[in-house]
């Protein structure tokens, strides 16, 4: 591999972002380093294996997986707009990604990985664990960011649907005033990237 973790991170943050946010989506953008982190802690479950990112946005996690050397990348999401941004994104890196546009509970294809920036569920309640129910069910290993408050459930869920559950990095996430609602010009919430892996059945 060629490419260096701060390579990436500036590619990352140089993307397109996308045009507008929509509050019912719980759509903010992943900062280009959170990303690059993520991905490069990841790498070994990213490069020359199948990988799906769900809720791409603007393609963030996909790009990145595609340029660590992912052997095949789908990108879903149901919002044509984040698409559109996406494959634009995707093509100033020849970057080979099959876009989809579905819910995520909707993707039934078996992938290696799944890499998701997920609704926190600070709006839609219970946003997240729709994603990591359909992402548990699709694959063994599962990078996913969380708000670190919701460790207690992360645990259980994971526990129950027979996944470990680790937390790798806490990150300063912040919550821009992209929203009609927003109040304040910016403020932080403390996520954390969790790795998810199958447990083996005795």
């Known amino acids: ?18 045009k507008y946010y929509k509050p019912n989506l719980e759509q903010y953008p992943t900062p280009g380093d959170l990303a690059a982190q993520m991905l490069w802690v990841a790498f070994d479950d990213i490069n020359d ?31 044509e707009d984040c698409l559109n941004v996406a494959r634009e994104n995707a093509s100033d890196f020849s970057a080979r990604i099959q876009f989809i546009h579905a819910d995520v509970t909707e993707f039934n294809t078996k992938v290696d990985t799944v890499v998701m920036n997920p609704p926190f569920g600070l709006r839609s309640k219970q946003g997240d664990r729709v994603f990591l129910q359909k992402a548990f069910s699709v694959a063994d290993t599962v990078y996913s960011i969380h708000a670190v408050v919701s460790e207690s459930f992360l645990k259980a869920f994971s526990r129950d649907n027979g996944f470990s559950c680790e937390l790798l990095f806490a990150y300063n996430f912040p919550i821009s005033n992209i929203m009609p609602f927003h109040e304040k010009n910016r403020k932080f919430i403390t ?9 083996a059945k005795n």
């Open 191 to 199: 996520v954390g990237v969790w790795r998810f892996k199958r447990l």
């Open 1 to 18: 591999m060629t490419l260096s973790k701060k390579d990436l991170e500036i590619a990352l943050s140089q993307l397109r972002p996308l």
């Open 49 to 79: 294996k199948v990988v799906a990112d769900f809720g791409t946005g603007n393609g963030i996690l996909a790009i990145g997986a595609a340029l660590l050397g992912a052997k095949k990348v789908y990108a879903i999401d149901i919002d």
